[in-house]
T-cell receptor, first 115, second 110 residues
Framework: ETGVTQTPRHLVMGMTNKKSLKCEQH?????MYWYKQSAKKPLELMFV???????ENNSVPSRFSPECPNSSHLFLHLHTLQPEDSALYLC??????????????FGPGTRLTVT | GQNIDQPTEMTATEGAIVQINCTYQ??????LFWYQQHAGEAPTFLSY????GLEEKGRFSSFLSRSKGYSYLLLKELQMKDSASYLC???????????FGKGTTLSVSS
């Protein structure tokens, strides 16, 4: 596989469930990102990891817990979510984010519905 | 605060030229990006501007004026497959990630 992959593509979960989203990049990048995309809203940055270290947490509620075991894999652990958390969750990767000209490569996203 | 504005929707016909504008107010500036996103798919990179002026890439061009906090994406010889959402994003000097606008949905008709 090439590029950035995400699983699952679709997820329906109840508010008391625990689930995880997975992202994998095959581009040799150093940085990985989680974004949330809701209808009629801009893409919202959630977390940034650079060389496996979390460098940004954009005031995300603790019911979202990221994990980055290595530069190629990124997880988003979900527990006790709310219906308003229903959205498209996009993973992205890039070269060193300290370089201004980098571009981010996005995965296809996980469409999450919280019931 | 951080703010990026772009029109919500635009329509155009095949073969035409369309310009999608983006204005931004951010705490700093370290580059502006345009992404294309088809419905249900991932955003894909189109262009990057960090200096004032026009960057041309095939049918697509992007312009930047840092003093005006303004950019536009110009699409020429429109095709039906250009129907998509176009996202303007700015990287400020403090963070490592991008601040996105809400996107402009472009509909191309025959």
């Amino acid at each position: 596989e090439t590029g950035v992959t995400q699983t699952p593509r679709h997820l329906v979960m109840g508010m008391t469930n625990k689930k995880s989203l997975k992202c994998e990049q095959h581009l040799g990048h150093n940085a990985m990102y989680w974004y949330k995309q809701s209808a009629k809203k801009p893409l919202e940055l959630m977390f940034v990891y650079n060389f496996k270290e979390q460098t940004e947490n954009n005031s995300v509620p603790s019911r979202f817990s990221p994990e980055c075991p290595n530069s190629s894999h990124l997880f988003l652990h979900l527990h006790t979510l709310q219906p308003e958390d229903s959205a498209l969750y996009l993973c992205a990767s890039s070269q060193d984010p300290r370089s201004s000209s980098y571009e981010q490569y996005f995965g296809p996203g996980t469409r999450l519905t919280v019931t | 605060g951080q703010n990026i504005d772009q029109p919500t929707e635009m329509t155009a016909t095949e073969g035409a030229i369309v310009q999608i504008n983006c204005t931004y107010q951010t705490s700093g500036f370290n580059g502006l990006f345009w992404y294309q996103q088809h419905a249900g798919e991932a955003p894909t990179f189109l262009s990057y501007n960090v200096l004032d002026g026009l960057e041309e890439k095939g049918r697509f061009s992007s312009f930047l004026s840092r003093s005006k906090g303004y950019s536009y994406l110009l699409l020429k010889e429109l095709q039906m497959k250009d129907s998509a959402s176009y996202l303007c994003a700015v990287r400020d000097w403090e963070g490592t990630a991008l601040i996105f606008g809400k996107g402009t949905t472009l509909s191309v008709s025959s």
